[in-house]
């Protein structure tokens, strides 16, 4: 279930972040095609899709993939391009969070 | 790093080019020589900023990071167009269609720089609001927070329903036509009468006749819907949340989280429309820097004609 904009301005289509039971879920219909990667202008490293997908949802989190979440900027490029309709950009919200709560985003 | 430098090489002979030619030559202005060349490359370096992007964009054959690289390019190519335009004017800024033209490439140079630092810092502001709104586990904290009112609410209403002398909360819940048979003595009236008549039972002794089996109207307004429990004036139970401990506390907490997800939604406008403007304005400048070409044109031609 998307999180659409509050009451009153729904119309316009904002998404707001995911809980991380959809973040789950959407992590494991991911089939790895690597398209939202490769529509991400922030992604400046060779990082494969399986390592983000493994280091996204818990555990300990890679320099590389830091940076990476680090860099995201939530333009939501790589959401058009998913075949399947995920929301990498929410994925990358979680880590931006999990990074948030363990002090490293935004340092 | 290379495309730092390049750029900075770039700049430098380009103004150096200016420096030199505004000493040497007597003709410098925009109509002149050096005033074309500055013209024609800050054209194609911004050419090559938009279209360059743009392209990559679209293209299917990608690798990991080209799109990045790209976006750094269009940057760099961008600031290089923006200066050698700037140096094409040659300090003359009267209020002609290259002027305009100018200002519009100078506002979406700002408006492209505005943006790099926005993107910079609202995603770090949304993960602020995002980490309010949920739990430690991740969940959503408003419907955490929910439940806890409504068990509240819950917990309080049976107290409420059962708020009621020693001896009768056993009957809360019982159909009203029930509750209103009550004997003389005072006590709940037993359904079994001890009257007979003829092998039949009696149901309705005659001395409680002149009793009504219909609701009180005390008890048609408490099992009506806009029913509200009135304590009285002195009962402690008028001390302002006394009847929910803890909701205002959650009421709040739940406020703040509704504050915390309009926020996120407003730096999320904040994220999608720059990018609207900057687009917008790359309209406005094409559309000024033809207008300007055109009438450039207008009079270079005639002059080139009769030579």
Same mark, same amino acid.
């Given at each position: 279930m998307l999180r659409k904009a509050l009451p009153g301005r729904a119309d316009s289509g904002v998404l707001l972040h995911k809980t991380s039971s959809q973040i789950a879920q959407e992590l494991q219909a991911c089939i790895g095609c690597n398209e939202c990667l490769l529509a991400c202008p922030a992604l400046a490293e060779p990082i494969t899709i399986d390592v983000l997908n493994r280091e996204t949802f818990s555990g300990p989190i890679s320099a590389s993939v830091e940076r990476y979440a680090r860099a995201c900027s939530q333009c939501g490029a790589c959401v058009a391009p998913c075949p399947? /309709?995920?929301?990498?950009?929410?994925?990358m919200m979680w880590l931006k969070v999990r990074l948030l709560r363990s002090g490293g985003? /935004?340092? | 790093m290379k495309r730092l430098l390049v750029t900075i090489v770039i700049l430098g002979a380009g103004i150096a080019f200016y420096a030199w030619y505004s000493r040497t030559s007597p003709d410098a202005s925009p109509d002149s020589i050096a005033g074309y060349a500055f013209a024609i490359l800050g054209t194609l370096f911004a050419i090559l900023a938009g279209v360059l992007f743009a392209r990559r964009r679209r293209l299917h054959k990608k690798r990991v990071g080209q799109l990045h690289a790209s976006l750094q390019?269009?940057?760099?190519?961008a600031v290089i167009a923006l200066v050698f335009l700037?140096?094409?004017?040659?300090?003359?800024?009267?209020?002609?269609?290259?002027?305009?033209?100018?200002?519009?490439?100078?506002?979406?140079?700002?408006?492209?720089?505005?943006?790099k630092m926005l993107d910079r810092l609202v995603p770090h502001m949304i993960a602020q609001e995002a980490n309010k709104a949920?739990?430690?586990?991740?969940?959503?904290?408003?419907?955490?927070i929910s439940d806890k009112i409504e068990a509240i609410v819950e917990h309080n209403s049976a107290t409420i329903s059962g708020f009621s002398p020693a001896g009768q909360v056993g009957q809360v819940g019982k159909p009203s036509r029930e509750r209103s048979l009550v004997s003389l003595s005072g006590g709940p009236l037993s359904n079994h009468f001890p009257f007979e008549y003829q092998?039949?039972?009696?149901?309705?002794?005659?001395?409680?006749?002149?009793i009504s089996l219909e609701a009180t109207p005390q008890e048609l307004s408490r099992e009506a819907g806009q029913y509200r429990f009135i304590p009285d004036k002195k009962s402690e139970l008028t001390r302002p949340g006394a009847l929910l401990?803890?909701?205002q506390e959650h009421i709040s907490e739940l406020r703040e989280v509704e504050r915390a997800m309009q926020r996120e939604q407003f730096y999320r406008y904040i994220i999608r429309y720059w990018r609207r403007v900057h687009i917008a304005l790359v309209i406005?400048?094409?559309g000024l820097t033809i207008w300007h070409i055109v009438y450039a044109a207008e009079l270079l031609i005639p002059v080139l004609l009769h030579r």
């Amino acid at each position: 279930m998307l999180r659409k904009a509050l009451p009153g301005r729904a119309d316009s289509g904002v998404l707001l972040h995911k809980t991380s039971s959809q973040i789950a879920q959407e992590l494991q219909a991911c089939i790895g095609c690597n398209e939202c990667l490769l529509a991400c202008p922030a992604l400046a490293e060779p990082i494969t899709i399986d390592v983000l997908n493994r280091e996204t949802f818990s555990g300990p989190i890679s320099a590389s993939v830091e940076r990476y979440a680090r860099a995201c900027s939530q333009c939501g490029a790589c959401v058009a391009p998913c075949p399947v /309709g995920l929301h990498r950009d929410a994925m990358m919200m979680w880590l931006k969070v999990r990074l948030l709560r363990s002090g490293g985003e /935004g340092q | 790093m290379k495309r730092l430098l390049v750029t900075i090489v770039i700049l430098g002979a380009g103004i150096a080019f200016y420096a030199w030619y505004s000493r040497t030559s007597p003709d410098a202005s925009p109509d002149s020589i050096a005033g074309y060349a500055f013209a024609i490359l800050g054209t194609l370096f911004a050419i090559l900023a938009g279209v360059l992007f743009a392209r990559r964009r679209r293209l299917h054959k990608k690798r990991v990071g080209q799109l990045h690289a790209s976006l750094q390019w269009h940057m760099c190519f961008a600031v290089i167009a923006l200066v050698f335009l700037f140096l094409h004017s040659f300090g003359n800024f009267n209020p002609r269609t290259g002027t305009y033209a100018l200002y519009g490439m100078i506002a979406l140079a700002v408006s492209g720089f505005v943006g790099k630092m926005l993107d910079r810092l609202v995603p770090h502001m949304i993960a602020q609001e995002a980490n309010k709104a949920l739990t430690m586990e991740g969940e959503d904290r408003i419907e955490s927070i929910s439940d806890k009112i409504e068990a509240i609410v819950e917990h309080n209403s049976a107290t409420i329903s059962g708020f009621s002398p020693a001896g009768q909360v056993g009957q809360v819940g019982k159909p009203s036509r029930e509750r209103s048979l009550v004997s003389l003595s005072g006590g709940p009236l037993s359904n079994h009468f001890p009257f007979e008549y003829q092998n039949q039972p009696l149901h309705t002794p005659w001395d409680l006749a002149y009793i009504s089996l219909e609701a009180t109207p005390q008890e048609l307004s408490r099992e009506a819907g806009q029913y509200r429990f009135i304590p009285d004036k002195k009962s402690e139970l008028t001390r302002p949340g006394a009847l929910l401990p803890g909701a205002q506390e959650h009421i709040s907490e739940l406020r703040e989280v509704e504050r915390a997800m309009q926020r996120e939604q407003f730096y999320r406008y904040i994220i999608r429309y720059w990018r609207r403007v900057h687009i917008a304005l790359v309209i406005v400048t094409l559309g000024l820097t033809i207008w300007h070409i055109v009438y450039a044109a207008e009079l270079l031609i005639p002059v080139l004609l009769h030579r």
